[in-house]
């Protein structure tokens, strides 16, 4: 009996044909309904969906025989993934699949808002011939400013030298040396806000991103810098946006995302006449959907017929006796390399790995990926995943090292992380298992330490005198913020200490600055596992 496959979106019959030429019976019902698919989600060993159907913990109860889960596409907003993995069903998208379309879409949005066409075009539309209306610009020569370096980013730049402009690029995650490659003048946001004729930002949105292009940007611009957004809403603050262009303060913008979609029909962008819009279509190419539709299904099939998984979001390509042996290391392991990319901010050119103990006993290949997906998943733009992880890594020039080590310290296993900055700089934290399950922090630079890798942390440098952590509780208790656990480390005939702070809520800028203001504190930093 041919194990069944279910489509409940639209899919390119390119991508159906993936599955039939396999020997897989395929129900493609772009119409059924969630009540329907709960009913009859029990037949299936696959499930296919785009953004219109939703995985839900529910359905997913009812999925006896599923196996995998595919989006054809990257966001899985509309899978419960802790539903799944729970049930063991592999969740798996398409990275990649738009990186083209949305390169294009970007250098379209970029040489229509510099000509001009859409309101041209609207103007002959209306029965017009009027050539003076829409004088524009020649990006040729121009400064092209890029925030946001990753897949798309770098297309992006690629496109864009065809058109003779000098690009600035600004991306803490990418080398200097990859830059260079890439013909790239290295620039900060600020260099590129005060220097660039058109900025197009290509970076995930995270509270670090948020209204990065706001009021205080765009008084660094030039009076004639030109602004794209292909990336995320919210990237770009649209009422300070409004505001710069209503007053001249820019010359003009184009975007295909907004904070709220779809944008409201009374937005005062609808209005401006230096505004090109979009309503999100950057992927919207038949190449791009047909991409996504044949790479899902072959990805799927590979999955039914051999095992193979690639582009998983929830579990890597091991075997499952194995996988339960080094699950819980590999929870550890992402939390480190998470930690790491949170704790000093400054541009990694190195990572390396470092086992001992009982862990070598284990394949250390899941463990090492496990660290660089948590290394770099806050600083991509979609989801990161144990398939390309590796490959974000080397994109931004970062080496990395895996090394074994039969030193066992006080510690029955270890995994030490250490990160080297390009100023020189290095900073390395160390964790273990108690007993089968029980993860902590036992490192970090030297200092010996005691904490849960979970929740919100504080981590707090401060001189070694009395009364300090009595004044840092005091700092807690005036935010009105609870420590869950705190563990202090300091090596002897040292003057400088350190402590670790687990707390119930969510680490604030008031709390921080709360802290770094008490006496005798020499940092503190907000750490999100």
């Not at 370096?149 to 058109?163: D, N, P, S």
């Not at 990065?212 to 649209?238: P, T």
């Not at 030297?446 to 942390?457: I, M, R, S, T």
Request: charge should be negative.
């Amino acid at each position: 009996m041919k194990e069944k496959i279910l489509v409940s979106d639209k899919l390119s019959e390119d991508g159906l044909k993936v599955f039939e030429e396999a020997g897989f019976e395929v129900d493609h019902l772009p119409e059924i309904t969630p009540e329907e698919i709960r009913d009859c989600i029990g037949e299936y060993s696959a499930w296919v969906i785009r953004s219109r159907s939703r995985a839900t913990a529910d359905i997913i109860e009812n999925a006896a025989k599923l196996r995998v889960i595919g989006r054809a596409g990257v966001g899985v907003d509309n899978v419960d993934s802790a539903a799944a993995t729970r049930k063991g069903i592999i969740v798996m998208n398409t990275p990649g699949g738009n990186t083209t379309s949305t390169a294009e879409h970007t250098v379209s949005m970029m040489v229509s808002l510099a000509r001009k066409i859409p309101q041209a075009h609207a103007s002959m539309a209306a029965g017009k011939w009027d050539k003076k209306a829409f004088m524009g610009v020649e990006m040729n020569g121009k400064v092209l400013g890029v925030i946001g370096l990753g897949r798309i980013g770098q297309e992006v730049v690629q496109r864009m030298k065809a058109f003779k402009m000098r690009v600035l690029g600004y991306d803490p995650f990418v080398s200097s040396e990859r830059m260079r490659q890439l013909g790239i003048d290295e620039a900060s946001v600020d260099e590129i806000c005060e220097k660039s004729d058109f900025i197009t930002v290509h970076t995930p949105l995270s509270p670090e991103t948020k209204d990065l292009l706001n009021k205080d940007a765009f008084a660094k611009m030039k009076s004639n810098a030109r602004i794209v957004n292909c990336a995320r809403g919210g990237i770009v603050n649209e009422d300070d946006l409004v505001d710069a262009l209503k007053s001249g303060q820019i010359a003009g913008a184009a975007l295909d995302v907004f904070s709220v979609e779809p944008i409201a029909s009374d937005h005062p962008l609808r209005s401006l006449d230096n505004v090109v819009l979009s309503p999100h279509i950057a992927a919207s190419t038949t190449e791009a959907q047909e991409n996504v539709a044949i790479q899902v299904a072959e990805q799927i099939v590979d999955v039914l017929k051999s095992g193979l998984v690639r582009n998983a979001l929830n579990a890597p390509s091991l075997d499952p006796d194995v996988l339960q042996k080094i699950g819980p290391h590999m929870d550890l392991a992402e939390k480190l390399g998470r930690f790491m990319s949170q704790y000093h901010r400054e541009r990694a050119v190195r990572i390396d790995c470092r086992y001992s103990g009982s862990i070598l006993d284990h394949p250390l290949e899941p463990l090492t990926t496990a660290i660089v997906k948590g290394f770099v998943e806050d600083s991509v733009d979609g989801p990161v995943n144990f398939v390309n992880a590796h490959q974000i890594l080397k994109d931004r020039g970062i080496e990395l090292l895996e090394t074994r080590r039969s030193e066992l310290f006080q510690y029955t296993n270890l995994m030490t992380v250490m990160v080297t900055y390009e100023s020189g700089a290095r900073h390395h934290i160390g964790g273990t298992l108690f007993g089968p399950r029980h993860p902590r922090i036992v490192i970090l630079d030297e200092k010996h330490f005691d904490a849960v890798p979970e929740g919100n942390l504080l981590v707090i440098e401060n001189r070694d005198v009395p009364g300090i952590i009595g004044s840092v509780g005091t700092a807690f208790g005036r935010q009105k913020v609870n420590i869950a656990q705190m563990t202090w480390g300091r090596r002897e005939g040292e003057d400088v200490a350190m402590t670790i702070i687990n707390v119930d809520s969510d680490v604030t800028d008031d709390l921080l600055k709360e802290v770094q203001s008490v006496e005798n504190v020499i940092s503190v930093v907000g750490i999100k596992l």
